[in-house]
């Protein structure tokens, strides 16, 4: 079993930056596709950003230029990097690994989740 934690979540302002942290224990992340997913109030759960094993890297329109997904196999741990954030950013965000070569968009395509980590961008 893969115990993923996430980590990094918080309130800021638009415009700011937050850096996510996830941290896998059980399991390499080696030899797992990675995802960053957020879910907002009464909405469903979307893919934001996802890497594969090779590094090549997906991400959803509206958060292109401005986040940056990356991990570290080494050390078990995948970040995203989000900046100029709006409050249309606000969510959950979770961390995701799935056994698998390419960037699945469906939550059912990924076996292993993190509790999540609210991140909340007012004035």
């Known amino acids: 079993q893969m115990r993923l934690t996430e980590s990094g979540g918080g309130s800021v302002q638009p415009g700011g930056s937050l850096r996510l942290s996830c941290v896998a224990s059980?399991?390499?992340?080696?030899?797992?596709?990675m995802g960053w997913f957020r879910q907002a109030p009464g909405k469903e759960r979307i893919l934001v950003a996802g890497?594969?094993?090779?590094?090549?890297?997906f991400y959803r329109d509206d958060v292109k230029h401005r986040f940056i997904i990356s991990r570290d196999d080494a050390a078990n741990t995948m970040d995203l990097q989000m900046n100029f954030l709006t409050p249309e950013d606000t969510a959950v965000y979770f961390c995701?690994?799935?056994?698998?070569?390419?960037?699945?968009?469906?939550?059912?395509?990924?076996?292993?989740w993190g509790q999540g980590t609210q991140v909340t961008v007012s004035s």
């Open positions: 995701a690994a799935r056994w698998g070569a390419t960037v699945a968009h469906e939550v059912d395509e990924y076996g292993y």
């Open positions: 059980g399991r390499s992340i080696g030899d797992y596709v």
């Open positions: 890497i594969r094993k090779t590094g090549t890297t």
